[in-house]
């Protein structure tokens, strides 16, 4: 079965059992877990037994089974989340709780087209192409080589391919796209960028871009005002776990901190009529050297 196909991908099939060509996910002792594919005929090997797929498919998710030497796991569909953590990569990935926000934030769903530029390992190509369904489309720019062939990899491993379209160039002479309804820019230098990528972006449009420090922040900012984006805001997303007992809840010893800073804007057509300019100026669209 071929997971490149956009009716059906192989993250989270609607079904109650497992099915060939299915992720499944194999949750075992002290929570150790493993991603597989599915496939009829074949074998997982652990140090903790093996494990025939004859005998997972068409069993139901969520059940019990067992190693050739009797060790127990939970047979369960991996969710995104686990599925982007456990990514093939050789750059760091966005985190799930940074993802979630962003998809969210962006209004990013069934239908939408979506402009990234930095595929990276495609992390956040294979989130995108979750959330725009079928009918949506990504389009991923990147210039690395060996980086969109990883990310292309990790499209077709969970049966998304079929969604996205991978391009391989230098984004400085712009994009092809004029229409977008959101743009990721997932650059260290994302400033230089602003101009092509509001040429990318239909009226109204969302960005977003991730960066790891003030400086980048703070020229990211000064481009987005002068190129005439609006409703600007910076955040960061924090994540503390709890212990799940109920005797004696309680903050786990380790928290998902700082792990970059969230900038969105949205372009805007600005206008001449001066009753217009306090708006403008609320929603920090005016152009900061007051031009």
């Given amino acids: 079965m071929s997971f490149d196909d956009a009716t059906s991908p192989a993250i989270g099939r609607i079904s109650n059992i ?34 025939q797929h ?25 969710s995104l989340a686990d599925l982007l953590t456990d990514l093939p990569r050789s750059t760091q990935i966005l985190y799930p709780k940074d993802i979630g926000f962003i998809l969210v934030t962006m209004g990013i769903g069934p239908g ?16 995108m192409a979750y959330a725009i369904g079928a009918e949506g489309r990504v389009i991923s720019y990147e210039i690395r080589p060996d980086m969109q062939n990883l990310a292309k990899k990790n499209l077709e491993r969970v049966g998304l391919a079929s969604r996205v379209d991978l391009k391989l160039r230098d984004i400085q002479s712009g994009f092809d796209e004029t229409d977008g309804d959101a743009f990721f820019l997932d650059l260290p230098n994302p400033y230089d960028y602003i101009p092509q990528v509001r040429a990318a972006l239909k009226p109204g449009g969302f960005l977003c871009s991730l960066l790891p420090t003030v400086n980048q922040v703070e020229q990211l900012l000064v481009a987005l005002r002068r190129e005439h984006f609006a409703f600007i805001e910076v955040c960061e997303i924090l994540v503390r776990y709890y212990k799940a007992e109920p005797n004696r809840l309680r903050p786990t010893d380790r928290m998902v901190a700082h792990t970059g800073f969230l900038i969105f804007a949205r372009k805007i057509e600005p206008g001449e009529d001066e009753r217009g300019k306090e708006l403008e100026k609320e929603i920090d669209s005016a152009d900061v050297f007051g031009h």
Avoid at 20 to 41: M, N, Q, S, W, Y
């Fill in 112 to 127: 939408k087209k979506v402009i990234e530029a930095g595929t990276g390992s495609g992390s956040m190509t294979i989130a």
């Fill in 18 to 51: 497992a099915r060939d060509g299915d992720l499944a996910e194999l949750v075992g002792l002290r929570h150790k877990h493993f991603i597989i594919t599915l496939k009829a005929g074949t074998k997982f090997e652990t140090h903790r037994g093996v494990i």
């Fill in 54 to 78: 004859d005998d997972l498919i068409g069993k139901a998710w969520g059940t019990q089974v067992f190693s050739h030497l009797g060790a127990p796991f939970f047979l369960l569909q991996p």
